[in-house]
């Protein structure tokens, strides 16, 4: 067992893991954050999206231990004050979503996309998601959704 320390969403977590433990799985069985799903358990699919240390991660694709000392943010951490994040809301209002499954970790993305652009085309949004995968196909409202968000995350004046 290795001792790893994180703050995840805000809360800062010690515990005991095994090296081998995916990040993805600490988050849902030991810290009950079940917002980060786990879909393809090979980073295929981006269910598990999830920000660590503000870059957006597959959290199957990370152990627990490499996220020893960082500061982690899932789906449940982006709301604050009992408010949407943006996009969370822009998913919502623009149905961004049919089932559902791949809803967190597209949101998760989306926010890392428009950190880095805050402004992009349809194509650039497409490109910005394809790790992440709509088993739905359901992008169409996803991209409609986070073009939304970045209007609504445009500084006024813009």
Request: hydrophobic share 35%.
């Amino acid at each position: 067992m290795t001792r790893v320390n994180m703050v995840v969403d805000g809360v800062s977590y010690a515990d005991e893991v095994e090296p081998r433990t995916l990040l993805v799985h600490h988050l849902r069985e030991r810290l009950g954050k079940v917002g980060t799903l786990v879909g393809c358990d090979t980073s295929n699919c981006g269910a598990c999206t999830v920000h660590l240390d503000g870059v957006s991660v597959k959290s199957c694709s990370v152990l627990a231990v490499q996220a020893d000392g960082a500061e982690v943010t899932t789906i449940e951490g982006l709301a604050t004050g009992g408010e949407l994040h943006p996009v969370q809301r822009a998913f919502h209002e623009n149905h961004g979503l049919q089932c559902g499954f791949c809803t967190p970790g597209m949101i998760m993305q989306s926010v890392d996309l428009l950190k880095e652009n805050p402004d992009p085309t349809e194509e650039q949004v497409r490109e910005g998601l394809e790790g992440n995968l709509c088993r739905c196909t359901g992008y169409q409202n996803i991209v409609k959704a986070v073009q939304a968000a970045a209007q609504t995350l445009k500084p006024a004046g813009a």
